[in-house]
């Protein structure tokens, strides 16, 4: 039993460029704004290309972007945006709706978690938007349908992490 | 029955502590952060999760398994399993992620990983009962009952999992989402879920270490197949097969649910029926001896063969003599069914242990005849 525990984590382990330490180290979004990955998360850049002002990470299951750009709207408004984009890529989508929530160690925002279907099947996910100063931030994580769950704790310390200028 | 005498139940204990740590400080979380929808969240699925464990459990009609090792059944699945298939998942999830392209993991990989890891931690739950209590998995049925309680366990705290999560989703911990996530998961999907699963695989666990006459070959491949069925029921359950018919109305998404669970369901309750038939001969062989004596007439044998005949007997006494009386009746054929269990474990008729339970059975039919 926990040798086969043991087992699967060791592949997840040395199966990829895990990088320890690295991923360990503040990522640059853009406008200054840094977040740092939690341990165990990886680069999804070949995955998901997410451009620049931008970083793309996996783990669990999970896929998750954090980006940052010159933003003069509202929180409401970027939100609105943002699921606006994010509808136009599902079959059937659903969501709940926005609910308060904080980053970056107190920057109020606004989350929202959805489900639907896409071509890669039956997902969920969450969308995290904060504007400060002429700032907007963004987080998006998808997996597969229950996994967002698991990762919940990583998601909301990355998001703790962002320190915006 | 004492368990604490088997170094396994002990094993058993350490594995519960540490699930328990796992999983009771993810139910303090959810208790702190939404007390409503956590209550809710109980209340409803013991509505659904107790009869439901009440008729698995009476599955068994001749010989009902310990209340003991069914509470070890439900805690190994609702803790142990569902820890250690949680960590096993993410880790799991994360090394596909390094394999498939990120499509393919999303489409694919609960299907990938859920069944392989899932029905692992909770077979290994029959195991552990095995090494707990191995005379209390002495028939088909008995493999069917643990499998199922093993797998209603880890239901009933995956779905709280899902519940609180559906609640977080509405941003306050709101209710409705929970009783929607209750429809949606319990009533209209519970049935395809880990209790199927788990039960395929119980089945298939019992016919490997009960039926010690079969060549081994033959038994292992009785096993290796049910451990595919319940692989294969969960993959099917968990791919994104149909889903554009699950996307669709109400109904397309009920026939989605039938063709995935349906076939697998109907398979189950056959294996059951079979399996009961099994225990009804076997009581029949085993009461040889006892039946047309004054212990056990002919008529109370066709009874006992029968749950309903059995209950509709019991209705009939209390309407004639009352409520204590239909007591001391149900006690009656407890005692004379346990007269086959005596049966199965001693060699010679005459032994002290059937004696004694005879003279039981003696004193209640006493009883009962005082009521006239």
Known sequence: MVAWMLFVMALASFSGPTAGAAQQTPASLGQGVTMTPVDGWVSAQDVWNVGPGAVSLQHAGVLAAFAADSYSGTTRQLLDRQLGDLKAQFGSFRSLPPASTSMAEGVPGLKVLFSGTADSGDLEGELVVGTIGGTGVVMLAVAPAGQVAQVQSDLDAMLNSLVVP | MNLSRQPAYWLFVMLVFVGVVIVGSQQLGYVATYPQAWFLSILLLAAVAIPVGLIVYRLDQFEPEPA?????????????????????????????????????????????????????????????????????????????????????????????????????????????????????????????????????????????????????????????????????????????????????????????????????????????????????????????????????????????????????????????????ARQVLKRLQREQMNLALFHSKVDTPGHPAIEVQRDKIRQLKAQLAAFA
Do not use: C
């Not at chain 2, 909770?122 to 191995?134: P, S």
């Not at chain 2, 009952?145 to 911990?173: C, D, K, P, R, T």
């Open chain 2, 68 to 324: 003991a090792l069914i509470a070890v059944a439900l805690l190994w699945g609702g803790v142990v399993a569902l820890s250690f298939a949680a960590i096993a998942n993410s880790s799991a999830l994360t090394f596909l992620q390094h394999i498939l392209p990120s499509k393919q993991v999303d489409s694919w990989g609960a299907a990938l990983v859920a069944p392989i890891d899932e029905e692992f931690y909770k077979g290994a739950g029959l195991v552990m009962i095995f090494l707990i209590a191995r005379n209390e998995i002495d028939g088909l049925m008995d493999g069917l009952v643990y499998g199922a309680m093993i797998g209603l366990g880890f239901q009933v705290m995956e779905n709280i999992q899902y519940f609180m999560h559906a609640a977080a989703q509405s941003g306050g911990g709101q209710l409705g989402p929970v009783v929607g996530t209750f429809f949606v998961r319990v009533l209209v999907a519970g049935l395809y879920s880990h209790m199927l699963f788990t039960g395929l695989l119980g089945f298939g666990f019992a016919y490997f270490v009960t039926r010690r006459a079969a060549p081994w070959g033959i038994r292992a491949g009785v096993f290796a197949l049910f451990t595919a069925l319940a692989w294969a029921a969960h993959f099917v359950w968990n791919s994104p097969w149909l889903e554009s018919l699950m996307a669709g109305s109400a109904g397309s998404f009920i026939l989605a649910l039938i063709i995935k669970g349906l076939p697998f369901l109907l398979l189950l309750l056959l294996l059951g029926l079979f399996a009961r038939r099994r225990e009804a001969q076997a009581f029949s062989k085993l009461m040889v001896e006892e039946v047309g004596s004054d212990v056990v007439t002919q008529e109370e044998f066709q009874v006992l063969k029968s749950g309903r005949r059995r209950r509709a007997v019991l209705r009939q006494m209390k309407k004639q003599k009352g409520p204590t």
